[in-house]
């Protein structure tokens, strides 16, 4: 720790002749996910006051204390360093207690021992069902392979496993990674006679129109009506989306 050490005998000193000791320091440490994987060695510091002049007097000091942050810990892992803390005179000094605190990823969610993240696929590569890939917690390519001739649908989830957390009981072990695929579709598509031909080829032949009754009866969906779609889009639960993954026929392999 940052502090002195705590005297043994002027503890039990205060112990036997007071009773008393000084009211825990709570400290949040902040780790990544990268932490939770690989293990860090985090140093950080904080505040805390030491009695002076003969403990009649106290003032601030800044202290720093080490965290061996193991791979497998899990966010709400506490440490206790006894005596680190606050210091009163005639009561024992408080103990420090740290607590991580998992901090926001910006590719990737934890829920547990698993991860899941969100690749954006441009409409002609689900379609075509192109081979694509995703790059892992660790750093490691994950090349996902689906099916020849099954269009990637929007929210289609695929599980890769093992490329998830290490266990807590097991290290060597590790969860999943949910990779849920999201469709970019086009703003506008430069389509010419010729290319809307083959379009209507590949989708089942010509376009199929309204009869003139229902076109007569027809309104336009306005921006109202986009702007509640969307309210209820944002409605729907999406981390994970709906059904068993071990169900979605996608196939995950490593490079």
């Known amino acids: ?32 996910i990268e932490d939770l994987v690989s293990g860090h060695l985090s140093t950080f510091e904080f505040d805390r006051m030491v009695c ?18 193991s791979k497998g810990m899990r966010p709400g892992t506490q440490f206790i360093f006894e005596c680190e803390g606050d210091e009163l005179e005639g ?11 998992l901090e926001a990823h910006t590719r990737f969610l934890c829920a547990g021992d698993d991860l899941a993240t969100v690749l954006h696929l441009p409409l002609h590569r689900a379609l075509s ?35 998830g957390l290490p266990l807590s009981q097991d290290p060597s072990m590790r969860g999943d990674l949910y990779v849920r695929f999201e469709v970019v579709w ?13 379009l209507d080829s590949i989708f089942g032949g010509a376009a199929y129109d309204l009869p003139p009754s229902v076109h007569e009866g027809a309104e336009e969906a306005s921006a109202g009506d986009t702007r509640e779609c969307k309210e209820m889009e944002g409605a729907v639960e999406t981390e994970f989306g709906e059904g068993d993954p071990d169900d979605r026929p996608l196939v ?3 490079q």
Do not use: M
């Not at 009649?56 to 080490?66: K, M």
């Open 1 to 32: 720790g940052g502090g002195k050490e705590c005297d043994p005998f002027e503890v039990y000193h205060q112990v036997i002749f007071t009773g008393r000791k000084h009211a825990a320091l709570k400290v949040n440490l902040g780790v990544s």
């Open 52 to 69: 002076v002049d003969g403990e009649r007097e106290r003032q601030p000091e800044r202290c720093q204390l080490q965290i061996n942050i």
């Open 91 to 101: 009561v024992i000094p408080s103990d420090v207690i740290v607590t991580l605190v």
């Open 129 to 163: 069902a192109s081979p694509c890939s995703v790059l892992g917690v660790d750093g490691k390519t994950l090349r996902l392979q689906p099916p020849q001739g099954v269009p990637i649908q929007p929210g289609t989830l695929l599980k890769c496993a093992g490329e």
């Open 186 to 198: 086009p703003s506008r598509l430069p389509l010419t006679p010729d290319s809307t031909t083959q």
């Open 252 to 254: 995950c392999a490593q």
